[in-house]
T-cell receptor, first 109, second 114 residues
């Protein structure tokens, strides 16, 4: 079993819908990152969380340390949100990122 | 303040040649990480470096791969005698300090071995 698991693997939504991506981890962490990767493109860091909730525009990320679970929400989704979303954990007392398998999101107009 | 710069963006090498991938971190960042993304697979950690030091190379293949981050200049990931299985996207990330500091990623170098 991977230390960082994401669900779903693929998600298709209609423009305007609310999207939720889940990330569970089995190890102690000091922080969790949410990343966005467009096809053939680079990786953009969306959030880094160690507790609570963060919001940036239409994106919201939450983390529950006790339950070892984080979610990324996209409100009022748009076709330009189509990308792969990746959660990545920094293990406690560590430095490197351990990645989930990614969630491929397609938002249809 | 430019972001993390990787070059080249695309690199084609014949089997047996050497590949050199460069990463210039953001200004003021002294921590560099290299990650590899094989086709249709997730990202995997390769190596973590600070200036002139390799801190963690637990993700590096035992042979043919090496990395450095000299006092001056970019970090270099070097792959000797490339094979088809080395074809992947190689991403570099930098941060001002290790651990929980935010990481900024480059655009990646896509290596194709023919």
């Amino acid at each position: 079993k991977n230390e960082v698991e994401q669900s779903p693997q693929n998600l298709t939504a209609q423009e305007g819908e609310f999207i939720t991506i889940n990330c569970s981890y089995s190890v102690g962490i000091s922080a969790l990152h949410w990343l966005q990767q467009h096809p053939g493109g680079g990786i953009v860091s969306l959030f880094m969380l160690s507790s609570g909730k963060k919001k940036h525009g239409r994106l919201i990320a939450t983390i529950n340390i006790q339950e070892k679970h984080s979610s990324l929400h996209i409100t009022a989704s748009h076709p330009r949100d189509s990308a792969v979303y990746i959660c990545a954990a920094v293990k406690a007392a560590g430095n490197k990122l351990t990645f989930g398998g990614g969630t491929r999101v397609l938002v249809k107009p | 303040n430019a972001g993390v710069m990787q070059n080249p963006r695309h690199l084609v090498r014949r089997r047996g040649q050497e590949a050199r991938l460069r990463c210039s971190p953001m200004k003021g960042h002294s921590h560099v990480y290299w990650y590899r993304q094989l086709p249709e697979e997730g990202l995997k950690f390769m190596v973590y470096l600070q200036k002139e030091n390799i801190i963690d190379e637990s993700g590096m293949p035992k042979e043919r791969f090496s990395a450095e981050f000299p006092k001056e200049g970019p970090s270099i990931l070097r792959i000797q005698q490339v094979v088809r299985g080395d074809s992947a996207a190689y991403f570099c990330a930098s941060s001002p300090k290790g651990g929980t500091s935010e990481a900024f990623f480059g655009q990646g170098t896509r290596l194709t071995v023919v």
